[in-house]
């Protein structure tokens, strides 16, 4: 049999309850699909790791983590032991990075079930992708302070692009764009206002265009694109945007479409030098979290694209029909859906409807 | 009389088009209420002035302006002649600058006859105001290129943020929750990602909150305040924000009410050490520029926020009291919000309805 060799790291919060809901479903379409799973779980996280060493990960991390297929990540950060810039920087942050998981991808769809904010809308309106580049830009850790302490006191931070850094995911945009029914793709910009970088980025973004002439583009700026995403969100297919913009409209995009609670989103490596990570758009959640009842759908919704990438797509795609037709009956979902299920329960339910 | 100067840039594209409304019902306020409008208009354009000369604004620009008690701005912008990030750097962005307007206040409210595109939701739901620092943060114009043209190309900018420049916008905020009902305040942050100013701003903010017990405050990160923009816009009553997030989140906020098209912007010095700019949130849209068919709120309503700052309370109450009557009536909305009537049909409408 094809085995897949997963790091399993749930994290914090309820990234530890939804985690065994997104096993359960992998395990589940493994024993279907005629494949196995082969899991070394980590507790790399705050509430874990870190309360015992005062770091988020030892020294040797990525040798215990070793070289798997993919790791399924649930999700850090527990703000009473360790501020989250912390315990992202130490985790998160640094997996995209060291594992140059370029890529950040996010589905924005309209499921059946889940109410949307927006009047009008129905499944089938919405269904687009944000492709957010993953490991430079705003998110960089250059910089400092000056004057500390006193009424001068001015801070810096740096935002850096690259070539290198931004042709790679505008090229993934547009071939994504490429493969799909509308072929078009949006570029997030500010060139009107952030005058050094932006400007620079739509210059890249017209350069890559060139290559792709079956695909059409347009680009909005930042401020006007988050209101478009709430007036016009059919309007989009592809939507390509820098580390900070991407999560901006990843987070945005799933609210638009009813609840941040289902989304999954794929740190991708493109080229397979390093292992990509799956993991929900929700964070750990400690308001809610020991009480059983966060969504699982956004861990289960990660394990199929996690499949997708590793070439199982039959698995991921009968996965993706099983959260469809559990989402679409009111007794099987959790609360923030205005169901009545627990975790376990929604997990369950999604795994006998594969 | 009194008499308040004030300095006129109509700009480009549509702007030319809501100006002329906005005088309008300046004017009318005027004859009712007892005070006296001396305008200096100033063709400041993309379309006119640096379609002659090549600049944005000559270099005596402030000694042609003078010193006026507002300035009435329309909207500056027009991308075949010149780019945006040019012309707006070179006026509106300059404006804010050099006249210390430290503070772009923007009401979120959501207004009777505008179609709301959250679904369940009622005018008086909705109600709050974005507090969006206006002269420094992410829109600095230090940084650069290197290797440019190679594949080794970096482009950096930096932000550059001040506690003069923050404490004095917290400031600002935190005394306008004061004044609210709620006396809610809600900081717009990343430091979870923006791992280097944004901290620093979460701590900025708790400083300031010492000030101001009788004010209650939370903060949420970017990406997820955006979607509660969406979800729980009943939750806000003063946002504050960054340069970048708050022109975000005040594009965003008006978008969840229904239309940029109404909402006005004040671009406020709190000090009077220098005139304060009021606009529209809109652009110049030359899309639809020339057709006589531009929503003349965004210009109206501003003008009744110039009149408050300068005083005028009554009238910009009329004013705004007018708008909403016309709001309510098909007939009299113009063709974005699903009515028939002109841009100057719109603005004789409120004129006559003060
Ligand atoms: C035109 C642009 C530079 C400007 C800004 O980003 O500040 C606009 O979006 C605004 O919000 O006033
Ligand atoms: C937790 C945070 C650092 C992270 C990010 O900003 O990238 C999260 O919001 C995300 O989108 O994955």
Redesign the interface.
């Known amino acids: 049999t094809r085995t897949y060799s997963i790091s399993v790291i749930p994290g914090d919060g309820i990234g530890k309850e939804v985690m065994p809901e997104g096993i359960r479903v992998l395990e589940r379409a493994a024993s279907l699909y005629g494949f196995a799973i082969e899991q070394k779980w980590q507790d790399f996280a705050c509430c874990d790791y870190y309360a015992r060493h005062g770091v988020m990960m030892p020294e040797d991390w990525k040798a215990q983590i070793g070289n798997p297929d993919a790791i399924f990540f649930g999700a850090v950060?527990w703000p009473d032991i360790v501020?989250?810039?912390v315990s992202?920087?130490g985790s998160l942050?640094q997996f995209r990075r060291e594992y140059d998981q370029y890529v950040n991808l996010r589905p924005v769809r309209l499921m059946p079930g889940v109410p949307?904010?927006?009047?009008?809308r129905e499944p089938g309106d919405i269904d687009f992708w944000v492709v957010r580049e993953n490991t430079e830009g705003?998110?960089s850790?250059?910089?400092?302070?000056m004057f500390s302490g006193?009424?001068?006191?001015?801070?810096?931070?740096?935002?850096?692009?690259?070539?290198?850094g931004t042709d790679r995911v505008l090229r993934y945009a547009f071939e994504l764009a490429a493969t799909r029914e509308r072929k078009h793709l949006t570029s997030a910009t500010?060139?009107?206002?952030?005058?050094?970088?932006?400007?620079?980025w739509d210059e890249r973004v017209e350069e890559m265009a060139k290559n792709y002439p079956t695909v059409a583009h347009d680009k909005y700026h930042?401020?006007?694109l988050?209101?478009?995403f709430?007036?016009n969100p059919d309007r989009f297919d592809v939507v390509v945007a820098s580390?900070?913009f991407g999560?901006?409209l990843?987070?945005?995009g799933?609210?638009?479409t009813g609840?941040?609670g289902v989304a999954p989103s794929g740190n991708i490596n493109p080229d397979r030098t390093a292992p990509s990570l799956f993991e929900p758009v929700h964070g750990s959640a400690p308001d809610i979290a020991g009480r059983g009842i966060a969504n699982p759908v956004g861990q289960i919704w990660s394990a199929a694209m996690m499949l997708e990438h590793l070439g199982e797509v039959e698995a991921a795609g009968a996965i993706m029909r099983a959260v469809e037709t559990v989402l679409a009956e009111p007794a099987l979902r959790t609360g923030d859906l205005k169901g009545k299920a627990t975790t376990e329960q929604c997990g369950r339910a999604i795994a006998d409807a594969i």
Chains 1, 2 share one sequence.
């Not at 006193?150 to 290198?164: A, G, K, L, N």
């Not at 500010?190 to 620079?200: D, E, F, L, R, V």
């Open positions: 950060g501020p989250d810039h992202l920087w942050l949307c904010p927006l009047a009008g705003e998110y850790s250059v910089g400092g302070k006193t009424d001068r006191e001015v801070v810096i931070q740096e935002t850096v692009m690259t070539r290198h500010k060139s009107n206002g952030i005058a050094i970088t932006m400007p620079w930042i401020d006007i988050t209101a478009q709430v007036l580390n900070l999560d901006i990843s987070d945005l799933p609210a638009c609840t941040i």
